[in-house]
């Protein structure tokens, strides 16, 4: 199989059956390109977290070829996978964000595993703080926010690193609708400057609202691809 | 890895002592408590060995050397017994040197004259090993010269019988009390890494490698035990001292009789420190690696 440079999501043919007997996934086969900004739209039980865990290499599959910003992951020792992970910015749906670390070194955290200078984690986490509006709230406790701006505290952790890809899983399942726009909107932003993103949502507003790639997964499989307009 | 990375992970190692206080005070806890019961019974069993070993070294064996000896014999018979193992002080005792001390000691009208001196001539010795004080008896009734040997063989028996039951009591209950307190720690440091596995979680999604990871909790780990380890020594020391003072001023003659047996803490405080750190770092490290280790697999 031959991965074009423009390709930033690649599954070919990909199964996954849990120890259980579960078949999770039942032959996916799609590919995202660069600067792309896709939904991954499903039922629950469709099949979404388990792709999610396939692109963030928590899971190999049990059959198939699954690449992501050029690496192979069915191929990846588990030492590389830090690395990887540094090329990628998460956004989960429960925030993540480690509690007892004040925003600023939540922020700070993700530039710090990839041995980035004291001096350019100064220079850099105000910075990505700003994109996000939570300047004033760098020295706050993640229990001390509301859900509106923890997750936008867990988008600019993503940011920080540069990433080429931002994968949010239900990034609004936890916050309330008005501010599910406002991250939503954030994430448009940010793949205006050509960074990937991929978000895994079932809320059918927010995906008619801003008119972009819809991939429905029903039993594992892709049962519908399109590029514009809702539909789903 | 950047000096500056490394800085700032021992830093929040130390900090994640203050940040999690609670868990920090019960693995604290628990192992100083542990700690304290294996120190007092290690303390206890080392006492009694002091008060055993004085009492076994105070033994004394008197070989009797037949009368028709002449002092080339004598000689040749000191020679022998100081070419023997597990004896020590050996002293020689001439008939005449027994007959004065009895005279001495005997009310006036009861003793012997120089004529009729009744006693042999004799050596008295110590054994180091009382355990084998039979087999040394034994060998000195099978040398050329000796008519009788005057041994403590039961009081012997007695004193290795207490010395072993010290030595196997003590270091079953220390076996006993390190395998209990292994079992308290390693589900109380259980219990503070499953409390902080989404910290961990979070951390290998943000891409940090396993040493990353894991550095924080090698430190705090280090911390916890070199806590626990030092206030456990002090307590100890403290405890110690006051029951010592305090046995010294109750004036008990169990007390007085061996005073001098008392092991001073000052004497094993370097050892009991080194011990105690040792052990409080590799459970407090080795805990929380093993433990952390399951939550890495993500």
Known sequence: MVVYWFIMINFTDVKKVYPSGTHALNGITLRIEKGEFVFIVGASGAGKSTLIKMLLREEVPSSGLVEVNGYNLNKMRRRQIPYFRRSLGVVFQDFRLIPTMNVYENVAFALRV??????????????????????????????????????????????????????????????????????????????????????????????????????????????????????? | MRGSSFGYLIKVGVRSVFKNRLMSFASIGVLTACMLLIGSAGMLSLNVNSIVGYVEDQNEVVVFADDNLDEDELQNLDLDLHSMDNIRDIQFISREQTLEEFNEKSEEGLGFEEGDNPFPNAFRLSVDDLSRLSETVTKLQGLEGVIEVNAPTDIASTIVSVKQAVYIGGSSIVLILAIVALIIIANTIKITVFNRRKEINIMKFVGATDTFIKL?????????????????????????????????????????????????????????????AAGGVLIGVGGSMIFVRKYLRV
């Open chain 2, 216 to 276: 924080p909790f090698f430190v705090e780990g280090m911390v916890l035990g070199l806590l626990a380890a030092s206030l456990a020594f002090f307590i100890l020391w403290g405890g110690y001292e006051y029951l010592v003072t305090w046995m010294d001023g109750n004036q008990s003659a169990l007390f007085m009789m061996f005073k001098d047996q008392i092991i001073p803490f000052e004497s094993i405080a370097l050892m009991m420190y080194g011990a105690f």
């Open chain 1, 114 to 232: 990839t041995n980035v200078a004291n001096r350019d984690i100064k220079r850099r986490v105000p910075y990505i703080l700003s994109l996000v509006g939570l300047v004033h709230k760098a020295k706050s406790m993640p229990e001390q926010l509301s859900g509106g701006e923890q997750q936008r505290v867990a988008l600019a952790r993503a940011l920080v690193n540069n990433p080429q890809l931002i994968i949010a899983d239900e990034p609004t399942g936890n916050i309330d609708p008005e501010l599910s726009f406002e991250i939503v909107d954030l994430l448009n932003e940010i793949n205006k400057v050509g960074t990937t993103v991929v978000m895994v949502t079932h809320e059918h507003d927010l995906v008619q609202q801003f008119q972009r790639r819809v991939i429905t997964i029903e039993q594992g499989r892709v049962l519908s691809d399109t590029a514009a307009l809702g539909g789903f």
